[in-house]
Nanobody
Framework: QVQLVESGGGLVQAGESLRLSCAAS????????MGWYRQAPGKQRELVAQ???????NYADSVKGRFTISRDSAKNTVYLQINSLKPEDTGVYYC????????????WGQGTQVTVSS
């Protein structure tokens, strides 16, 4: 049974950094693309970062250069390092395995709230 548990969010000021973690039990990383999604207030959930294969990564244009996704297969954990936070980064962050249509495969976890004040 797959379980996704996100943590590490918080209330921060613009320019600061956060490291989000996702404990992903029941998912074998080498067989799956893992991704971080963001849902801003009043908007649809969007995929912002992916990691697959031998740690190949892709990012949404809005976060390139500021977000870094990584994974630790031994701990079954995916991370998202967020630097130079902007108010527009505010939202709930979720992780999931990613299908070919860039949708999350499994039931969503509770997410972790990131709020950036200007």
């Amino acid at each position: 049974q797959v379980q996704l548990v996100e943590s590490g969010g918080g209330l921060v000021q613009a320019g600061e950094s956060l490291r989000l973690s996702c404990a992903a039990s029941g998912i074998i990383f080498r067989f799956n693309t893992m991704g971080w999604y963001r849902q801003a207030p009043g908007k649809q959930r969007e995929l912002v970062a992916q990691i697959f294969g031998r740690a190949t990564t892709n990012y949404a244009d809005s976060v390139k250069g500021r977000f870094t996704i990584s994974r630790d297969s031994a701990k079954n954990t995916v991370y998202l390092q967020i630097n130079s936070l902007k108010p527009e980064d505010t939202g709930v962050y979720y992780c999931n395995a990613v299908d070919r249509g860039l949708r999350g495969i499994y039931s969503w976890g509770q997410g972790t709230q990131v709020t950036v004040s200007s």
